[in-house]
């Protein structure tokens, strides 16, 4: 047994919360294994951590780049008692802690980019996934898939990356105990998840979301699909769709896509 999966078996322990915790030195993703054990007969709050993902997978079917020893990926499995409209913004609440987590260990201010890219110095240091199925009993479910940079150096990835990439090490110049961010997010996720599903979703959370978000009245490109759309960001909105004045001075809620500011 490495000393990661015996650290978080032991120190994991201490969260009542959690139903179970898989733990793969290896795997495919772990968001793709939430996938399949939801369809057999899965508890919510069972989390799935992997050292390593052969094929992680990001937004907009994009890989997500899963180094060994380094980062953290894991995925938690949830079934939430909340209208289905506030189901996607589980994503926006996910970043925020997200947030909240790497502010805590590095004392560094983190920016959101919508709907859930943490970012520092323009770059890219957490990515969130959301997917949704209903389990063995139809009822729905959400995996909320996350990755974190956590101990790697940006040199090493891969060459698209290195611009676009940064991590906890590379900010503060020091390493982080994987365990202890882990429980520490886990923690504060339970905390303000049950928060965000008993206070009706996104407005509960969204003065601290809008304290961190960098789009505000800035001139956005997205792409929706097939479709770009241009406008300036105007606003969050209740679902957590992102609210853009089109150039025709309409106003477009906007549910998912790639935003890039032009
Ligand atoms: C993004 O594109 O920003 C989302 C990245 C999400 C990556 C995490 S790593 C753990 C979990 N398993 C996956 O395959 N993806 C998510």
Known sequence: MSSYEHELKQRLASLNFLKKVIYYPSIESTNTLAYELVQKDFEEWTVIIADTQSRGKGRQNRNWYSPPNVNIYTSIILNPDISYKHIPSISLLTGLVV???????????????????????EKKISGVLLELLNNSHDMLTVIVGIGINVNSDIK??????????????????????????????YSLFYKWYN??????????????????????????????REEKIDGIVKDIDE????????????????????????
Not at 100 to 118: A, G, R, S, Y
Request: hydrophobic share 40%; glycine share 6%.
């Open 99 to 121: 947030a909240f987590t790497i502010e805590h260990f590095t004392n560094i201010q983190t920016i959101l980019k919508w709907p859930n890219d943490v970012l520092v110095n």
């Open 156 to 185: 090493s990835y891969p060459n698209q990356l290195l611009n676009l990439a940064t991590s906890m090490m590379m900010l503060a110049n020091k390493t982080f105990d994987r365990v202890e961010i882990l429980l520490y997010f």
């Open 195 to 224: 928060y965000y599903c008993t206070n009706g979703g996104f407005n509960s959370i969204k003065d601290r979301y809008m304290q961190r978000f960098g789009m505000l009245n800035k001139y956005v490109s997205i792409m929706n």
């Open 239 to 262: 679902y957590g769709r992102l609210v853009l004045k089109l150039d025709n001075g309409r106003l477009l809620s906007i549910s998912s896509g790639d935003v890039h500011i032009i």
